[in-house]
Each structure stands twice: as structure tokens, then as C-alpha cells.
């Protein structure tokens, strides 16, 4: 057989091979929103939020109640492809949990739920560079990771508790200010 040939057939197999990936990564991204799934998993989405913003001095995730507005978001808001990539997230969560520490992530101490998040982080950034991050971001979509941040700072900061607990707030302002100083450990502003 003529080396050629047995170089040329590879590169079609793998090609192929590559096609039929994509196309089953492509439906799988695209498919419905599995809204029974993520009502189901509120306390793993609260747990992972605290982890995010725990309660300290100030409230934390879960004293906002940000699991309900991220559900709300994943299953009403967000495009299915984020949807369903949070959707793969929180189930992959939960294999490396089992798989690692041998029990379920809600059963874990904060340390080991931290160490467990991180590790999904890192299998998530595969891709380093920042031109094929973009090209993955576009095609696939955020991160489970990405998604889980940016849902959880938002819905903690437009939250009752977190704009007026955790952030500056003033309900009526009297007037505008564009650059007002701030005191030493002074909150950020809740309004702009």
C-alpha cells in the first residue's frame, strides 16, 4: 500500500471522526432546557454560590437567596446553549465529587466542595489561549464555571440583602454626585 494513501485515509478518518463529534456536541448544546433538573438541584446551586460569596461580616449567597434567581435564569434566560453547558456543569460536578470523595458534594466539608469546584474549573480551561477562547465561547457558549460566577454576583448584588447590606445604597438621592470619595472600608454603591 502506497504511504500516501494510508496518510491521506488518517487524515479523512480523523476528520470524520472530528464531524460526528461535532455534530453530537452541537445537538447536545442545542437540546431543551432540562427544567425539572435544575429546580431539582437548588440546595448544589446554593452550595457552589456560598462558595462564590460567603456569608462573612457581611450576608453571603445563600442569605440572598441568589439559587432561586439562578434557577430562574438558567431555566427561563439564558440561551440553551449556556443552559445546557451549566446543565453538563452541575452534573459533572457531582461525578467528580462522587468519584474523588466517594460521597455527594452537599455532604462534603467547604474545603473539600472547594477543592472539588477548582478541579472543574481546570478541566473547563482546556482551552488557554485567548483567540481559540473566543472561538469556543462563540460556538459552545460560557463556561459552566463562567455562567455560575456571573449569575451569582449579579443575582447577589440586585438582591433586597446585597444591595442594601453588602453594598452602599441610598433609596432617594438628592443629587448627582459623579465622583464622590469614599470613606476607608466604605461598601461600593448599589446605585449609579
Known amino acids: 500500500m502506497n504511504r500516501r494513501n494510508v496518510i491521506k485515509s488518517f487524515f479523512l478518518y480523523g476528520v470524520a471522526a472530528a464531524a460526528v463529534g461535532s455534530v453530537f456536541e452541537i445537538l447536545h448544546l442545542n437540546k431543551a ?92 480551561q482546556l482551552v488557554r489561549g485567548q483567540l481559540l477562547h473566543k472561538i469556543e465561547r462563540k460556538l459552545r457558549g460560557a463556561t459552566f464555571f463562567e455562567t455560575l460566577k456571573e449569575l451569582t454576583v449579579y443575582g447577589f448584588c440586585t438582591s433586597e440583602v446585597g444591595a442594601t447590606k453588602a453594598l452602599r445604597y441610598i433609596l432617594i438621592p438628592t443629587q448627582y454626585d459623579p465622583c464622590m470619595p469614599l470613606e476607608k472600608e466604605q461598601p461600593c454603591w448599589a446605585t449609579k
Open 33 to 124: 432546557i432540562d427544567k425539572g433538573y435544575v429546580r431539582s438541584k437548588k440546595a448544589l446551586i446554593g452550595a457552589l454560590a456560598e462558595l462564590i460569596i460567603p456569608a462573612t461580616d457581611t450576608p453571603g449567597a445563600l442569605d440572598a437567596n441568589v439559587a432561586d434567581y439562578i434557577i430562574l435564569a438558567v431555566s427561563e434566560q439564558l440561551p440553551r446553549k449556556e443552559a445546557n453547558n451549566f446543565i453538563s456543569g452541575l452534573k459533572e460536578i457531582e461525578e467528580v465529587c462522587r468519584r474523588k470523595k466517594k460521597k455527594d458534594f452537599l455532604a462534603c466539608n467547604k474545603e473539600d466542595q472547594t477543592d472539588i469546584l477548582l478541579q472543574v474549573r481546570e478541566l473547563n
